[in-house]
Every structure is written in C-alpha cells, then in structure tokens.
C-alpha cells in the first residue's frame, strides 16, 4: 500500500492555498480596474486570461518524467483534489451540453445526474479496483488479443476526440465572446492551455488542472451566491425553484421511447471515461470517496450557480456588466476546458495497458512510452482544433456522438469483462456487431438524426452486442482468458524511480 508521505501532502495543501489565494487576488483586479473605469472590453478579457495564465503555472509544475506520475499520478491524488476534478469534468458536460444553437441540452439532465452517480459510486471505483490507470486498460487486460484491442482503441480514440473536440469549441466561444478575438485567434489559444495544461504531466497534469479549474468555478459562483443573497441585483429566487428553471427538467416521461433515451443517456455517462481520472488517481481504498465528494461539489456548484445567475445577470433583457461577464467567462471556460483535457487524454490512452504484464514492461524504455503519448495528445489537440475551425459539429452534438460510441460499443464489452466466459474472440463479435447496427441505424436516421434517434440507435447496438458477445463466449472453445482481478497495483509498486 502506497500512503503520500506527510510532507507531500503538506506541499500540496500549500500549492493550492496559494493557487486560491492567487485567483481571488486576480478576481479582485478584475472588479478594481472595473471601478476605476478601465474598458469594458478589458475588463471582460482578464477573467478568463487569469484563469489561463493559472492554468499554465499549474501545468508547468506537474511535469514529470516519471511512468507512475504520468499515467497514474502516483495513486496520490487526495479525495478531496480528485472530487473536484470530477465536478470540473462534469460541469465541462453541463457547458458543452448547453452550447448549442438552442441554448439547451438535448439530453434530459435527470439521466445525465444518474450517470453521473453511476460513474462516481460504481464504475470509478471498479476501474480503481483494478489497478488500471484508464478505462481502456480494463479492456486491455481482459480481452488481450491484438485485433480486439485495436478495435476497442479505435472505439475509444473516435470518442476521445470527439469529446476534445466539444470541450475545445466550447471554450473558443467562450473566448470569443468574451475576450474579442477571432475564431481563430481562440482556437491557437484554446490548444496552446490545453498542450501545456495536460501534455508535460499527464494524468498528473489533468487531475491538478482539473481541480484548480473546479475550485475557481466554485469560487466565483460563491461569490455570485453571496452578493444574490446580500441583495445585489434581482432578487434570489428559492433555491429549487432556480435550479429546476436552469436545468429545465424533465416533469414526465411521455412514451417507451423517453425512457429509452434516458437509460441511453445514463449508461453512456455512467461508462464514460472521462469521469475515470478521478478515481484512477486516488490512493488506495479512497476511489469512492473521491466520488462521493465530486457528486457534492457538483450540487454545490448547480446550487451555487443557480443562485449566483440573480447577481450576474438580474435582467435577461438587459447585457451583464462588465465584471459579471469576466467572473461568468472564467467560470465557462475553466469546465469546457477540463472536458477538452479528458478527451485529449482519453484519446491517447485508448490503447491502454495489459497490467497482466505491466511488472515485465512498464520499466522498460518508459521515456519512449511517454513521448509517444504526449505525440499522441497534441496530434488530438490539433485534430481537435481543426475539426472546431470547419464547424463539422457543435460541442452538444460531438457529445452524443462520443456518448453514442460508448453505449454501443465500450458498455457491452465491459459487461462481458464481467462474465466468466467473456474472451477476446467474444468481446471481437461484440464489437462488430455494435459497429453493423450503430452504422445501419445511422445510414436510415441519416446526417440530421435527433440525439434521442442516436442514443436510442446506440442502445439497441449495444444490446445487439452484448447478446452477440454471449453467444460467442458460450461458444468458444477453450479456457477462459484472465480476469482483471485483485492484483499488485504497478503504479505504486514498481520502482519507478529507476525509469525517471
């Protein structure tokens, strides 16, 4: 068992004390120069400039050479620093989901909360268990086979940028509208804090970034909810009453149909991997706590955020001043941004680590092994960008696309990983079958399909998967492969310091 040493964790307390500290100031600066009447427009630029700036120390500071660092952040990460990474990444759903043209999300919330649960109670901790440093390791180890490893890695990688690719669009219309730089000017800038913010540490980098962008999220709609309930503009409306408006939830299921899409909806994000870092990263035993604490900050930024909008924006008609609009880009940006962070790294990691052999490899040529992902996460950086810069799809779009693959593809495989005779020729057929209905559905729904027509689509392949996977490890002669069981964890184990 691996324990951060005393000393290490005072370390880290004081880094983010002080990163707190360094952000109110920031924040402060904002609302000074709005008083002593700096332009408006520059006013408006410094929140989310501050919050990049930030994010660049941070990530500069997570560098790490080291194997155990990058993939797996030492197992080391407090539960604390890793549930606010978790309600980062969460939020970055929320912002993205609603950055359409509509300006709602096409998924029902309701399902999209139970996912969110799933991902934190169930499906973390389980990936945690393993010993796995991503999701794709999971299916790495329990399905070794090389065709089917590069179909999960393919599966995985079509996720991991199209999810990049939400969190980058969404965090280029936030600096466009809120800094005034061109399209593209937003998108050099956009990839710039997400190459320095992930690439020089890792998972390391991502769970820091994370939870720096998190606990500065939290901290302006803190400060919104105060000035609502000191009586700063509108007055605040209760709490569930605003929140229910916000979200608008759903008040009744209309058909089969409905509740198709939510169990899509919910079983796509709850099997995300992009809710795994969070869990991947903590210590021994403290996967679920990390959970736990990331679905509390998660409530407390919707009721925070909720309640600070009667602040930022008391009038919907009329334009928010020039600190409400810095405070509400920064609070936008820092979440897309965190998405953005783990498709990147989601997509370099789809190819995952068999742990069965992690002690015999893991140690050797281990700067060749990060060099290679680090290329890896700036080719989806760029591909990101590229995609954005052609408008080939909207950030809520790219989400049910990336959900889509996940439910039809990863979900059933991973419950085939369950099941004793789960084999890589089986988990292979289920793959195959997924992609032949996915692809069917989606011929007949077409180009303009409704995220419900995709979701439920995806639900109906992965059921089809799933059976046909069955079959085929019922079928299959030969004993079953490996579990991916209880197993020295190689990323606190091995010596890494050999490696650096």
């Known amino acids: ?92 759903l929320v912002v993205a989901l609603d950055a359409g043209a509509t300006g709602r999300s096409p998924l029902p919330w309701l399902a999209v909360a139970l996912g969110l649960a799933g991902a934190a109670l169930i499906v973390g901790p389980l990936v945690r268990r393993a010993s796995a440093s991503a999701l794709s390791d999971v299916l790495a180890t329990r399905f070794p086979a090389a065709p089917t490893r590069w179909a999960f890695a393919v599966a995985l990688w079509a996720a991991g940028v199209l999810t990049a690719t939400a969190g980058l669009d969404t965090a280029v219309g936030v600096i466009v509208a809120h800094v005034g730089q061109s399209r593209r000017a937003a998108e050099v800038v956009v990839a710039l804090s997400l190459a ?43 709490l569930v009453e605003a929140a229910g408006s916000w979200l608008a939830l759903p008040r009744a299921h209309a058909d089969s149909a409905s509740l198709l899409f939510d169990a899509a ?44 909008l009667s602040a930022f924006w008391p009038d919907a008609a009329t334009a928010r001043s020039p600190t409400a609009s810095a405070l509400v880009g920064a609070a936008t940006w820092l979440p897309a941004l965190a ?6 790294h989601g997509a370099a990691r789809a190819a995952g680590v068999d742990l069965s052999t992690a002690y015999a490899r893991l140690t050797v040529l281990a700067s060749r092994r990060i060099a290679r992902i680090r290329l890896m996460m700036l080719v989806v950086i760029v591909l990101a960008a590229v995609v954005s810069d052609l408008r080939l799809v909207d950030p809520p779009r790219a989400m049910v696309l990336a959900l889509a693959l996940n439910v039809a593809l990863i979900v059933p495989s991973l419950v085939l990983a369950l099941l004793s005779r789960g084999r890589s020729p089986a988990a ?16 007949e729904a077409g180009p303009s399909a409704e995220p419900s027509e995709i979701l439920i689509g995806a639900l109906i392949a992965g059921a089809t998967a799933l059976l046909v996977g069955a079959a085929v490890g019922f079928f299959t002669p030969g004993a079953a492969e490996r579990r991916n069981g209880e197993r020295a964890d190689p990323f606190i184990d091995l010596p890494f310091e050999a490696t650096d």
């Open 428 to 443: 292979f057929a289920a793959v195959a079958a997924g992609l032949a209905v996915l692809a069917r559905r989606g011929f």
């Open 265 to 308: 909806c919910a079983l796509g994000v709850g099997a995300f991997f992009a809710f795994a870092p969070a869990a991947i990263g903590a210590p021994p035993t403290q996967a679920r706590r990390a959970g736990l604490l990331g679905l509390a900050f998660s409530l407390a930024g919707l009721a925070l955020g909720a309640t600070s």
């Open 339 to 344: 998405l953005a962070r783990a498709g990147v």
């Open 196 to 238: 320095l913010t992930i690439v020089p540490g890792g998972l390391k980098g991502l769970l820091w970034s994370d939870a720096a962008s998190a606990g500065g999220a939290l901290a302006i709609a803190a400060i919104g909810a105060g000035l609502a309930w000191s009586g700063v503009g509108a007055p605040a409306a209760p």
């Open 1 to 92: 068992m691996y324990a951060a040493p005393k000393r290490d964790r005072e370390r880290i307390d004081g880094v983010a004390v002080f990163a707190a500290a360094a952000f109110l100031t920031g924040m402060g600066l904002v609302a000074a120069l709005a008083r002593v009447g700096a332009p408006d427009r520059l006013v408006e630029a410094l929140g989310p400039l501050i919050a990049l700036f930030g994010l660049i120390i941070i990530g500069v500071l997570t560098r790490t050479a080291r194997l155990a660092d990058f993939l797996a952040a030492r197992r080391a990460v407090p539960p604390a620093y890793g549930g606010l990474a978790f309600a980062a990444t969460a939020a970055g």
